[in-house]
T-cell receptor, first 112, second 111 residues
Framework: AQTVTQSQPEMSVQEAETVTLSCTYD???????LFWYKQPPSRQMILVIR??????QNATENRFSVNFQKAAKSFSLKISDSQLGDAAMYFCAYSGTYKYIFGTGTRLKVLA | IAGITQAPTSQILAAGRRMTLRCTQD?????MYWYRQDLGLGLRLIHYSNTAGTTGKGEVPDGYSVSRANTDDFPLTLASAVPSQTSVYFC??????????FGPGTRLTVL
């Protein structure tokens, strides 16, 4: 069975600084997708970034980028130039055949 | 409707009562999912449906049932609610291999 592990329950970052959130996963599948979702206090789940496993190039969306290490089964999220609006819960997710498996989340605090 | 909707937004329910959480999407996605979110446990899959007419069990299916009579609707039923089912429930939908889109969630409290 696939698993997703986020080992950092909480992280803090100073405004304008860079922070990296960790995620590891376990799977025997060769074709899959990985996601990072943001959940602000509004409760809405917002897609931050998506990575296809067959792509070697790391996905990037503005200030958000990932470090995808397929052999190590690692998928970390880097947030550059952190902003107060980045404060939220962040969930890493794995998708193989239809099922989407989520990690337990990392709460990110942004300090002014 | 734009995207995926859930009803009700929140509900307080007496233990032992039956409750159906509604989920509707207008994106013609084949796959739909129900998750529950609990502090420290992330989102856990309850049930899923790959296409209309089929359903499957997720990680925590006990006490819940689903149906998928058509593409758009995927209701989740608690036949006899218990306090441990107090949670925030999210419905989501996706195309095969696509990005899941989430509804706004339903906060359910079982007393």
């Amino acid at each position: 069975a696939q698993t997703v592990t986020q080992s950092q329950p909480e992280m803090s970052v100073q405004e304008a600084e860079t922070v990296t959130l960790s995620c590891t996963y376990d799977t025997s599948e060769s074709d899959y997708y990985l996601f990072w979702y943001k959940q602000p206090p509004s409760r809405q789940m917002i897609l931050v970034i998506r990575q296809e496993a067959y792509k070697q190039q790391n996905a990037t969306e503005n200030r958000f980028s990932v470090n995808f290490q397929k052999a190590a089964k690692s998928f970390s999220l880097k947030i550059s130039d952190s902003q107060l609006g980045d404060a939220a819960m962040y969930f890493c997710a794995y998708s193989g055949t239809y099922k989407y498996i989520f990690g337990t989340g990392t709460r990110l605090k942004v300090l002014a | 409707i734009a995207g995926i909707t859930q009803a009700p937004t929140s509900q307080i329910l007496a233990a032992g009562r039956r409750m159906t959480l509604r989920c509707t999407q207008d994106m013609r996605h084949n796959a739909m999912y129900w998750y529950r979110q609990d502090l420290g446990l992330g989102l856990r899959l309850i049930h899923y449906s790959n296409t209309a007419g089929t359903t499957g069990k997720g990680e925590v299916p006990d006490g819940y049932s689903v149906s998928r009579a058509n593409t758009d609707d995927f209701p989740l039923t608690l036949a006899s609610a218990v306090p441990s089912q107090t949670s925030v429930y999210f419905c989501a939908s996706s195309r095969p291999g696509g990005t899941p889109f989430f509804g706004p969630g339903t906060r359910l409290t079982v007393l």
